[in-house]
């Protein structure tokens, strides 16, 4: 069975850090692009950040830029989300998704073949 498990959420203060994991299952991520989405109540899922697998490119959304970054480890087949400087509006459900090998050039849950179940990040003094 074909699976990605999220982990690494969990409550942080403003300015604070998290790393997230995403650990595939049943497959390996050697030749996937992995994405992270978050959704927060009553907001459509946005696309935070993309990881290739032909060149490990990355690329993030304008919020994350600066303070979020992404990092595949293909022995473990898991893709890592180092989230620094942590603020109130990103409190939301995260998600890795695994889709074909280049990132998409614009954020798109449909690109993607397989998704965890989320991990819920907050974030709040």
């Known amino acids: 069975q074909l699976q990605l498990v999220e982990s690494g959420g969990g409550l942080v203060q403003p300015g604070g850090s998290l790393r997230l994991s995403c650990a595939a299952s049943g497959f390996t991520l050697d030749y996937y692009a992995i994405g992270w989405f978050r959704q927060a109540p009553g907001k459509e899922r946005e696309g935070v950040s993309c990881i290739s697998s032909s060149d490990d490119s990355t690329y993030y959304a304008d919020s994350v830029k600066g303070r979020f970054t992404i990092s595949r480890e293909n022995a473990k087949s898991t893709v890592y989300l180092q989230m620094n400087s942590l603020k109130p509006e990103d409190t939301a459900v995260y998600y890795c998704?695994?889709?074909?090998?280049?990132?998409?050039?614009?954020?798109?849950?449909?690109?993607?073949?397989?998704w965890g179940q989320g991990t819920q990040v907050t974030v709040s003094s």
């Open positions: 998704a695994a889709g074909p090998p280049s990132c998409p050039l614009v954020a798109s849950t449909d690109w993607y073949h397989y």
